[in-house]
């Protein structure tokens, strides 16, 4: 397993790129730890592939390099820096046994029968293959061939990262959840340094240790996913990460609050002061968990009109509309709602401001 470090890696698919907008991968530096899962986020379109062959070498970088531990190995091709790739679509050898496929890799490289059998058994048993292992892969279901191509990665103990490209696409949500759990008790088996590329979130969150949340082109964030749902570093992420996302709303600060369509809202006076002070675009955040709405009034409590009610078993999300502006609360199933106005509650301690899209924390200290 190697530790990957990129140095300000950026790549463009346009011959003279001028803009930040031309860049596929706009510039990054960032070290992937040996050992650690991690997860590159993100919708369509947004560079995740383009970054993860950039780490393989499928693709040359525009600028910029990529390290192997303390190697720098940005010319070299994908078997010289011994990388295993997954892809979004099952490669598996149809005519061969699923044993000879996931055998493959390690007879390329000359092991012993013994030592193959041991390791092909043992990855084998983990995702659920050995009942199969002597049959030919042409006939297997789609799941089944995804594990083989998953397997042959996994079955070598000598390469320095792992990287799947949206490798659950074509799997149903049951297999994926078991598939998902496979791979994260590989994970924990092997040591295995693993990047996974996906556009759903609860993939991203339930098998990484760290998220990289991509659009267009730009890693924006890279954190812990209790890091990323609590502290947001930009509006994206707070849109992107939760179920529903992040309410994102337009303001102005005024004497230590918030002022949405002329309505007061409470909010840290410390960020209040240092995002006065960065200045550029204001937006409010807060996500639907910890929005209060209520029937009766109380101190601090916003009047609002309840417009939709989505019942979704375990809880509800209710839109409500405030000034000009709907927003998502997400309430447990017991508690009702008598009509069509209530009041809303935003608590300050987890109420979120943001200047020019990126979060205003402590740490800003000045312009």
């Known amino acids: ?104 890799p390690l007879r390329n490289r000359g092991l012993g029968a013994q030592v193959i059998r041991s390791r092909v058994q043992e990855v084998a048993e983990m995702l659920e293959l050995s009942h199969v292992l002597k049959r030919r892969a042409y006939n297997l ?8 191509s998953m397997g042959r990665g996994l079955v070598r103990s000598d390469v320095s990262a792992i990287l799947f490209d949206e490798p659950l696409t074509v799997i149903d949500p049951h297999h994926k959840w078991l598939l998902r759990r496979q791979l994260k008790q590989v994970h924990e088996r092997f040591n295995l340094t693993m990047i996974y590329v996906t556009h ?31 502290n947001p570093a ?15 709303l337009p303001c102005q600060l005024d004497h230590g609050e918030a002022i949405l369509d002329g309505i007061r809202i409470a909010v840290d006076p410390a960020l209040a002061a240092k995002a006065q002070q960065q200045g550029g675009q204001l937006e409010l955040g807060i996500r639907p968990e910890y929005l209060s709405l209520s029937d009766e ?24 509309r405030l000034g000009m502006h709907n927003l998502r609360v997400k309430l447990p199933e017991e508690q009702s709602l008598r009509g069509e106005d209530a009041f809303l509650y935003f608590p300050p301690e987890r109420t979120k401001l943001y200047a020019e899209s990126r979060l205003v924390n402590q740490a800003i200290t000045s312009k």
């Open 1 to 104: 397993m190697a530790r990957i470090e990129l140095k300000q890696l950026a790549h463009s698919y346009h011959t003279h790129p001028q803009q930040p907008e031309d860049y596929a991968v706009r510039e990054l530096d960032h070290v992937w730890e040996q050992g650690k899962a991690y997860a590159l986020l993100g919708p369509s379109g947004c560079g995740k592939t383009t970054l993860l062959n950039l780490i393989s070498g499928l693709l040359q970088p525009t600028q910029g390099q990529v390290w192997f531990d303390d190697q720098d190995v940005t010319g070299f091709d994908p078997q010289t820096r011994n990388i295993a790739q997954v892809f979004q679509f099952p490669v598996v050898y149809d005519t061969m046994t699923v044993y000879d496929n996931l055998a493959f």
């Open 141 to 148: 279901t789609a799941d089944e061939k995804q594990k083989i």
């Open 200 to 230: 759903d979130q609860l993939e991203a969150m339930t098998f990484a240790d760290e998220v990289a949340v991509m659009i267009e082109g730009q890693v924006v964030q890279i954190g812990a996913p209790h890091e990323l749902f609590e």
């Open 234 to 248: 930009h509006t994206f992420v707070g849109y992107f990460i939760g179920s529903p996302g992040m309410n994102v």
């Open 297 to 320: 009034t109380a101190p601090g409590y916003i009047p609002v009109r309840v417009s939709h009610i989505e019942d979704l078993g375990t809880y509800r999300i209710i839109t409500v």
